[in-house]
């Protein structure tokens, strides 16, 4: 039976998608994404290990009932094991995708500038 990240990356949301292209040539450089990664008892969207960066793209259900709370806990964990986490919702990845792009990449250069 496929665990919950393999079934997540099975079917992703057409914000995933177009994220995934959208950090093509990042992923073809030095950086390695892994989408619906597991990290501790949460999956994240996208992850680079080696920097230790996080993107969550995030649909109408993280800002709804207790959508936010749970957004805040998953933050903090991820945080706390030394990642930063970028969030996007679905609009900003398909109305503004040169902006979440300039934004990952200057996420990136800070990791850079810190590793070396």
Same mark, same amino acid.
């Given at each position: 039976m496929p665990?919950?990240? =393999?079934?997540?990356?099975?079917?992703?949301?057409?914000a995933e998608i177009r994220l995934w292209r959208l950090i093509a040539p990042l992923?073809?450089?030095?950086?390695?994404?892994?989408? =619906?990664?597991?990290?501790?008892?949460?999956i994240a969207d996208f992850a680079c290990h080696h920097a230790k960066l996080i993107i969550e793209i995030d649909g109408e259900s993280h800002f709804l009932g207790a959508g936010p709370q749970r957004d805040a806990a998953r933050t903090s964990f991820r945080q706390a094991e030394g990642y930063r986490v970028l969030r996007f919702t679905n609009l900003d990845v398909h109305d503004n995708p040169d902006g979440v792009y300039a934004s990952v990449l200057a996420a990136l250069a800070t990791d850079t500038a810190h590793a070396r």
């Open positions: 665990t919950r990240a =393999q079934r997540l990356r099975k079917n992703p949301t057409a992923r073809l450089g030095s950086y390695h994404f892994r989408k =619906q990664a597991p990290i501790g008892p949460y």
